[in-house]
């Protein structure tokens, strides 16, 4: 087990050069000179200009600057952002907020999907088992920036119950409903992926047996039906923690939440290479580590499965 | 103060009244006619509340020199004060300046008030103001705003690439209250220009360290940052600077600027109460933002424009059958028809290359008829166009815009389908996915056919909408306009010695472009805003930002 942890931290070296080489080489070929950006279309001394582009690296070629960048990654300087801050500080401040509301609706996802996967796949078929299935294709129909813009003007501007957008410091409360919204999606997944799960581990030979043995129907459904069941759902949910914290960038949006997504599409916008890599780099390695997380808990989920 | 690509790139719409007095109290707003709050802070409406309003992280450190976009612009503007200030109109009132005299728009001297000092305790001296100048100026500095300094004699030597020396010859101290400003060429607008945000004074500490300031700038405006103030893309909070005993003092209890990263979320709060001032209602609100508000809200023209591009170097646009060409085709734009469609009504047809906000502006400009819609007369000029020199068979006449904007797509798709259904050619967006890219191919000056543009104004002068744009050779002339009788004119407007006679010169000028149109003007910009049921008093300035010093809390 240790060297399998091992191994695969040793993994991470490569994915993290090769993405931010594939991510600098995308940012460098995307066409728009971001120095004619800054001016915004009124004149620039060209020798500020001229300035600007040596002091960004703009001025040379892609290898040169891809290997400028590495150098300083090498001594933990991430760059700087236009406006001259440090990308490790920008982060710095951004990426908790967002760890914050990707794991409370990681825990919202989880904790409602299972619990009303696991009611609607032991009574399938039922009134609760037909609403929820109905319900969650409605959301998964509806595109996220919909569900946000209707729950943030009925929630937070018609009931008053919560702040419209996010204030500051991103308190836990003011990301309750923003939270809900990034979640909502993947709930509806875990939900029916549980609930085929149950469904289908109900009816297993080793169910039947244990029943049959005399055990509690309690003690049947968490221990045999939920344990073996909960194997397809922690997979998603461990690869969902990755793609909830990408996907941030729109509820972010909706929400004004000042984290990872709301700072990497300005960063887009701007062309500001530095901050694009690091906040790219920075989510692959997140999702690496949450794959990484799975594979652990896969053995204790399941003993047949055995890494060496 | 130039657009941020937000700014830009969204639309402004519905421009009803025709100047701002006309519109100020217009919408109905109680606040705007009750207005006179601000110069004194009496008892009455004078408030400690503190003041929220909406923006957008500033793209640099707040130095005044490397401020260009509005989210910087509007805190530089409240944390420190220039020689002078412009009042709602766009009408320059003396803020440090005692006196700014000159017989020849080319030496100017120029006393200031003494006992000011910045938030750090240092005296504003006129020390504070050619350090500040020839620091904004100097190439190794790398400010944005360096261009501004141009008039001034010197500033090629300190702006070349290399430069070794870092002052400029234009500006020398007299004593501590004065100091003088020789031009490199007549400019009768100069007194006009400073308000605007690079002419600012700064203290000394500023140039020990420019990034830490930018930071954390100690200014002498009507706020000062307050301690850790500046929450990077968080808010900026601002509280009244005691020292300050300018026109614009303070009435409320602070400003706090949320910063947002879409005007739909400043929109939300603004409707849950949650935020207090809002500068730009989001395109998908448009329609229904009176509805929603009420009478808080307010919809008046600025110092900004839209207008398309039609580059001098394409052939089909040049000489006498060009000349037809480009008027044939502004004729067969019909301009109200999609500021009522897509604009759901609001923004006014323009009428000149200026803004009606400017003094000076004139809606009555002979030639002007060309701005109007007229089909036949449009296919009429063309069909002349085409005795003189064919247009090429089978070429589409494209507008290059970028989309990345709501509304842009819109009306250019709008304004090509105008154009193909009037004159037998065909017209069609040229779409560019970013506003970045668009600048880049708008600046090699590779088009093959018409650009989308616009202009806001860094200050309310007539000669800041033509020369910047349309002189030969100048910065922004992005069409490569050249006409050397166009080009003596606008010397003339500024050797003038007043500005009422420049003016005068300078729409005689435009006279000119009505002529030649290097571009098409299309409407004039203006802002639409809202605010709280928490203030009142909330009135917007010729550029389209609130005046914040001037609201109350209820």
Not at chain 2, 333 to 342: A, F
Request: hydrophobic share 45%.
């Amino acid at each position: 087990m240790i060297t399998f942890t091992l191994k695969r931290f040793l993994q991470l070296l490569p994915v993290f050069i090769g993405a931010t080489l594939l991510v600098y080489f995308l940012v460098f070929a995307a066409p728009g000179d971001p120095i004619a950006a800054l001016s915004g279309g009124k004149p620039m001394n060209p020798a500020v200009e001229e300035t600007l582009r040596a002091q960004y690296n703009l001025d040379q070629p892609f290898w040169v600057q891809y290997l400028l960048y590495l150098k300083n990654l090498v001594t933990f300087d991430l760059g700087q952002t236009f406006s001259g801050q440090a990308v490790s500080d920008v982060i710095a401040r951004a990426f908790p907020v967002t760890a914050k509301l990707a794991i409370m609706a990681l825990a919202f996802e989880a904790v409602f999907g299972i619990l009303f996967g696991v009611i609607a796949g032991l009574k399938k078929g039922k009134l609760f088992d037909s609403t929820v299935l109905v319900a969650s294709l409605i959301v998964i129909a509806v595109p996220t920036f919909v569900l946000g813009f209707v729950l943030q003007f009925v929630v937070g501007v018609k009931l008053g119950w919560a702040k419209p957008t996010v204030g500051v410091g991103a308190p836990w409360s003011d990301l309750i409903l923003p939270a809900i919204v990034l979640g909502l999606v993947s709930l509806a997944y875990v939900l029916r992926l549980t609930r085929t799960s149950v469904i289908e581990n109900k009816n297993a030979d080793y169910v039947r047996t244990a029943t049959a043995k005399g055990l509690s129907r309690r003690r049947v459904i968490v221990v045999h039906v939920l344990r073996n069941s909960l194997i397809p759902v922690v997979t998603f949910l461990g690869a969902d923690l990755g793609t909830l914290m990408g996907g941030a960038i729109v509820t972010e949006g909706i929400f004004n939440v000042p984290g990872i997504g709301n700072l990497l599409y300005s960063a887009i916008n701007k062309g500001e290479t530095p901050t694009i890599v690091a906040v790219v780099s920075v989510l692959v390695l997140v999702f690496v580590l949450a794959n990484l997380v799975v594979d652990l808990l896969y053995a204790w989920l399941d003993p047949r499965i055995r890494y060496v | 103060m130039r657009y941020t690509r937000t700014s830009k790139a969204l639309v402004l719409s519905a421009a009803l009244a025709l100047t701002l007095s006309a519109c100020g109290g217009g919408a109905g707003s109680t606040g705007a006619s009750n207005g006179s709050a601000g110069a004194t802070g009496g008892a009455e409406g004078s408030s400690t509340a503190v003041i929220t309003a909406n923006s957008t992280e500033p793209q640099n450190g707040l130095l005044p020199a490397n401020t260009n976009e509005v989210g910087g612009g509007r805190v530089m503007d409240l944390l420190f004060t220039g020689l002078v200030s412009y009042d709602a109109a766009g009408a320059p009132v003396n803020e440090l300046a005692e006196s700014i005299e000159t017989k020849d728009a080319t030496n100017y001297t120029i006393k200031i008030k003494s006992g000011q000092k910045f938030s750090n305790g240092e005296p504003v001296t006129a020390k504070s103001f050619v350090d500040a100048w020839n620091f904004g100026a100097a190439a190794k500095n790398a400010q944005l705003n360096s261009y501004f300094f141009e008039s001034i004699k010197g500033y090629d030597k300190v702006s070349a690439k290399d430069a070794t020396v870092d002052t400029m010859e234009g500006l020398k101290v007299v004593d501590e209250n004065t100091f003088t400003v020789e031009l490199s060429r007549a400019e009768s607008d100069f007194p006009l220009r400073l308000g605007y945000t690079a002419f600012y004074p700064l203290p000394a500490a500023a140039f020990e360290d420019p990034k830490a300031f930018g930071e954390n700038p100690a200014g002498n405006g009507p706020y000062k940052l307050a301690d850790d103030g500046w929450q990077h893309n968080v808010q900026i909070q601002l509280v009244p600077n005691a020292d300050y005993s300018g026109p614009r003092k303070p009435v409320n209890g602070g400003v706090t600027f949320k910063i947002y990263s879409t005007f739909d979320a400043a929109y939300q709060d603004l409707l849950g109460d949650n935020l207090d001032v809002l500068d730009q209602i989001p395109p998908s609100q448009l329609q229904n933002f009176k509805d929603d508000l009420g009478d808080r809200w307010v919809n008046q023209a600025y110092a900004g424009n839209a207008t398309m591009t039609i580059p001098s170097y394409l052939p089909e646009f040049q000489g006498e059958a060009g000349q037809m060409r480009r008027a044939a085709i502004s004729m067969a734009i019909n301009r109200q028809e999609i500021i009522d469609n897509i604009f759901f009504g609001g923004k006014q047809i323009a009428k000149d290359f200026t803004s009606p906000v400017i003094d000076g502006y004139s809606d009555s400009l002979p030639g002007n008829e060309v701005l109007a819609f007229n089909a036949e007369k449009a296919q009429q000029l063309w069909a002349d166009a085409e005795k003189i020199s064919p247009w090429p068979a089978g070429k589409v006449f494209t507008i290059t815009s970028n989309i990345d904007g709501a509304g842009n797509k819109e009306y250019i798709e709008a304004m090509a389908n105008q154009i193909s259904n009037t004159l037998p050619i065909k017209a069609e967006l040229n779409p560019i996915p970013t506003f970045k890219e668009m600048r880049t191919l708008v600046g090699e000056k590779k088009l093959t056919g018409a650009s989308r543009a616009g202009w806001q104004a860094d200050y309310p002068s007539l000669y800041n909408f033509l020369g910047p744009l349309y002189a030969t050779g100048a910065g922004s002339n992005d069409g490569d306009y050249s006409n050397p009788e166009f080009d003596k004119m606008l010397t003339e407007g500024l050797s003038a010695t007043s500005v009422e006679e420049g003016n005068k010169i300078f729409n005689k000028s435009q006279e000119i472009l009505l002529k030649d149109l290097p571009v098409v003007p299309l409407w004039y910009q203006a802002v639409q805003g809202g605010w709280s049921t928490k203030v009142a008093d909330v009135k917007f300035g010729w550029n389209g930002v609130p005046m914040y010093y001037a609201i109350t809390g209820k």
